[in-house]
């Protein structure tokens, strides 16, 4: 059974996560991979992807066992009643890069696809005991700072890396930086969260 990490009081213990600008869903394989190595039981509750081929590759990998199955909302990220996740355990995502690419113009939070403060907007809503983002190596110069700080503003611990799929065995290059954030207890419990809203409005842990 997906997910199975063991039983509390008869009840299943699963680590429930929600997948933002979900693409085609590589990050969540790599995502719940890591984190049945340590231990973890991943099972994801929603996918969120507005774009039609990507939303029909997820569609695909959810049919052949690739993914876990769970509803994929293919509205605007800004719209999702917040509400409907009442506990996650983690938010995994690839907000857009287009912001940050060195293929683009690169304008950062003027950029109308800039998307960090909405997905910035669940973390603090929902709290979850961690996250785990991706973007592209351009990042790291304009925007990661400002994600970071975000995280550590309400209690978590953050780590980044880039890393090439070079370097895992991958013909191309490809260099991607994963940011990490898990919940300092003595910080994260003790910073008031906002009102939760009816919809969205290398450096090494401490």
Known sequence: MPGLRG????????????????????LDLGFSAGLRVVGGSPRAVCYVEREAFCVSCLGKAIEEGRLDEAPIYCGDLQTIPLDLFPRIDYIVGGYPCQ?????GNRKGSEDQRHLWPHVFQYVDALRPKG??????????????FDVLSDLEKIGYRTAWGCYSASSVGAPHRRERVFILGLADARLHDATPRRERPTTAEGRRAG
Do not use: Q
């Open 99 to 103: 912001p940050f690419s060195s293929a």
């Open 131 to 144: 996250v785990f983002f991706e973007n592209v190596a351009g990042h790291i110069s304009l925007g990661l």
């Open 7 to 26: 039983t509390r009081g008869g009840v299943l213990i699963v680590d429930t996560y929600i997948s933002l600008c979900s693409g085609i869903g590589g």
